[in-house]
């Protein structure tokens, strides 16, 4: 059975989308003939947390963890709100930024580069580089953000003669957040040359989304596959159906990806639309910014909101299940466009239809398209996407939601992963 060291920061008890993937590809390689062994950190401060995911690690999986110094540990001593909320990557927009918030921020961003994990780069190096020697590992997996993950995988690279797959579940100089990091002009030159190093030095590149394969296609010639999230069969559960008109978004929601619009639509159909206000719920799983929930009250919504916070990842997938509609919310930003959430697939496996927001063209949009779940609509979208929402309500009204998947299977995490070991083995 190949052996293929798996290097990430992201892994349980850690709660969130970052987890999932690696979680999940570690669950199915060995299905495939593939025996994965993970390296994580020992005291890491996590964001988020959701003990529950530890149940889906198997005791046969070999975990190899080493201490990790994280200034975020420190901050979180004496500024826990703050450096909480943007180690969430719930940035303040500019004009509410406290100067407090702007002079971490420009901490984070020129001090700490790639990013305030790079500490931990030179001891995994150390540790891992005898780890390989004696166990002949000839193949190891590097998955970030956080990017200096993969400045693991250049030290080992330059050490040992092994292959190398650099997986960008995000992009990195191209992602949102990358330009509210107050950077100098020189901290911004040290991203662009470690970023280029890393993807001329990896044997192969993966990213999750197509569009992402063309950013980094204009830095590296090495060669690059898309293997996207994907769902677990394990929540093939049957659930109830809410009562209500729900209609519910799982995930973050920032000051940058706050749909002023969807809000604006959903207060004139209560306004407008007969029942409409006296069915209709807006649900929200997940960390979502004070003034999202502000925009929210002042359009009108609060009434109508409930607001469930962190919940654990099967509750998630379970209240997906029963919601009569899910929402899909991005920025309204080029860099959007770049990545497909991994909640796409998930609401993919629920049944339930989708109302998607964000830039175009977007790969979200392909796949909905693809899948027949679901309707996209852009910012400037907001005619059609009031008639849509109606048409679901009456739609709910006559109990006749329905959607007819295609090729939804195809998302499933164990073809993920049987890409993915193809891709190991050749």
């Not at 719930?90 to 790639?114: A, D, H, Y």
């Not at 204009?218 to 008109?245: A, C, H, L, W, Y």
């Amino acid at each position: 059975m190949k052996k293929v060291l798996i290097i990430t920061y992201y892994w349980p008890p850690a709660g969130g989308p970052g987890v999932q993937r690696w979680l999940k590809f570690v669950k199915y390689l060995p299905e495939f003939d593939i025996e994965p062994i993970v390296y994580c950190p020992k005291n890491p401060t996590y964001p988020t947390a959701d003990p529950s995911l530890c149940n889906e690690i198997s005791k046969q999986l070999k975990v190899l963890k080493q201490p990790i110094s994280e200034p975020l540990g420190f901050l979180n001593r004496f500024l826990k709100s703050k450096a909480n909320t943007l180690s969430k990557g719930l940035i303040p927009t500019p004009k509410k930024q406290s100067f407090l918030i702007r002079l971490l921020l420009f901490i984070r961003g020129n001090f700490f580069i790639p990013d305030a994990r790079v500490l931990w780069v030179k001891p995994s190096v150390k540790f891992l580089s005898n780890y390989i020697s004696k166990h002949q590992i000839d193949t190891i997996i590097t998955t970030g953000p956080p990017h200096s993950v993969h400045l693991i995988g250049l030290g080992l690279k330059s050490k040992h003669s092994l292959k190398w797959f650099a997986d960008f579940r995000d992009p990195w100089t191209a992602i949102g957040y990358h330009n509210q990091l107050k950077l100098s002009k020189s901290s911004q030159k040290k991203h662009l040359a470690l970023e280029s190093k890393v993807l001329k030095s990896s044997d192969h590149i993966i990213v999750t989304a197509p569009r992402t394969k063309q950013i980094l296609s204009g830095i590296s010639k090495q060669p690059i596959s898309v293997i996207t999230n994907g769902f677990d069969e394990i929540s093939n559960t049957r659930v109830e159906m809410d009562t209500m008109f729900t209609l519910t978004h799982v995930g973050m929601l920032t000051p940058q990806r706050n749909p002023n619009l969807l809000w604006e639509v959903l207060f004139e159909l209560t306004q407008e639309l007969n029942h409409f206000k006296d069915k209709f719920k807006l649900v929200l799983i997940g960390n979502i910014s004070k003034e999202v929930l502000d925009i929210i009250g002042e359009s009108g919504l609060e009434p109508y909101l409930e607001n469930k916070g962190i919940v654990p990842h099967r509750d998630a997938v379970l209240s997906q299940k029963a919601s009569q509609v899910l929402l899909l919310i991005e920025a309204d930003t080029d860099t959007a466009s770049y990545i497909i959430p991994a909640k796409l697939f998930e609401y993919l496996n629920s049944g339930r239809p989708i109302v998607a927001m964000g830039p175009k063209p977007s790969d979200v949009e392909s796949i909905l398209n693809d899948t027949a779940v679901g309707a996209y609509f852009d910012y400037r979208d907001k005619d059609r996407l009031k008639v849509h929402i109606a048409q679901l309500f009456k739609s709910y009204e006559t109990k006749s939601i329905s959607i007819k998947p295609k090729q939804v299977q195809h998302y499933s995490r164990r073809a993920r992963t049987q890409v993915l070991a193809r891709l190991l083995t050749s």
